[in-house]
């Protein structure tokens, strides 16, 4: 009854490549939301969606691109990947955007070759 | 904008120390203000939150009390054990339209022997 689920866990894969990122949560929620940690475990919000609708846009290279099919997924899309973009990608959510609390998943773990 | 200065780490604590974390904040309006905690292999738990001034956030242990004076949130525990070790975040939401947005600190490694 996992609350917020990533996959994959891990993804190794080469320069140029595209690769996407899945996120489902079952917990009800309206908000959704991706995030950046770096190798120096500095977190960075990148999108966050509201029942399918994008709420905040980062200043994030248009390579990335979040798409949400309903309000239980939240999903990252990412073409022509860098080795700048090796980081651990966290999808949260929450109940909405006003409600403090935010759930996380466990990661995906990117490594760019 | 808005931005959240946590202590540098790693801090290294044998169990039963006093831990005592530091977070500054900047910010517009009235943030409310918030600790996560990451334990390994895992994604960021709430810890404990507190949205006025003054008020006492507290969980599992560990305190936090927002000053708006010194704009701080520290984060303190009076007796750690090897089970806390993590990393800790603080983190703000700013008041008014920043819908959903949390602001991170860099972290803070906490490691703790027994």
């Known amino acids: 009854d996992t609350a917020v689920s990533q996959t994959p866990k891990y993804l190794v894969t080469q320069m140029g490549n595209d690769k996407s990122i899945k996120c489902e949560q079952n917990?009800?929620?309206?908000?959704m939301y991706w995030y950046k940690q770096d190798s120096k475990k500095f977190l960075k919000i990148m999108f966050s969606?509201?029942?399918?609708?994008?709420?905040i846009n980062e200043t994030v290279p248009n390579r990335f691109s979040p798409k949400s099919p309903d309000k239980a997924h939240l999903n990252l899309h990412i073409n022509s990947l860098e080795l700048g973009d090796s980081a651990v990608y966290f999808c949260?959510?929450?109940?909405?955007?006003?409600?403090?609390?935010?759930?996380f998943g466990p990661g995906t773990r990117l490594t760019v070759t | 904008g808005d931005s959240v200065t946590q202590m540098e780490g790693p801090v290294t604590l044998s169990e039963e120390a006093f831990l005592t974390i530091n977070c500054t904040y900047t910010?517009?309006?009235?943030?409310?203000l918030f600790w996560y905690v990451q334990y390994p292999g895992e994604g960021l738990q709430l810890l404990l939150k507190?949205?006025?001034?003054?008020d006492k956030g507290s969980n599992k242990g560990f305190e936090a009390t927002y000053r708006k004076e010194t704009t701080s949130f520290h984060l303190e525990k009076g007796s750690v054990q090897v089970s806390d070790s993590a990393v800790y975040f603080c983190?703000?939401?700013?008041?008014?339209?920043?819908?959903?947005?949390?602001?991170f600190g860099q972290g803070t490694i906490l490691t703790v022997h027994p």
């Open positions: 949260a959510s929450s109940q909405d955007g006003l409600v403090f609390e935010q759930y």
């Open positions: 917990l009800g929620h309206d908000t």
């Open positions: 969606y509201n029942n399918k609708e994008l709420i």
């Open positions: 910010a517009t309006g009235y943030p409310s």
């Open positions: 507190a949205t006025k001034a003054d």
């Open positions: 983190a703000l939401r700013a008041g008014g339209t920043s819908y959903g947005k949390l602001t």
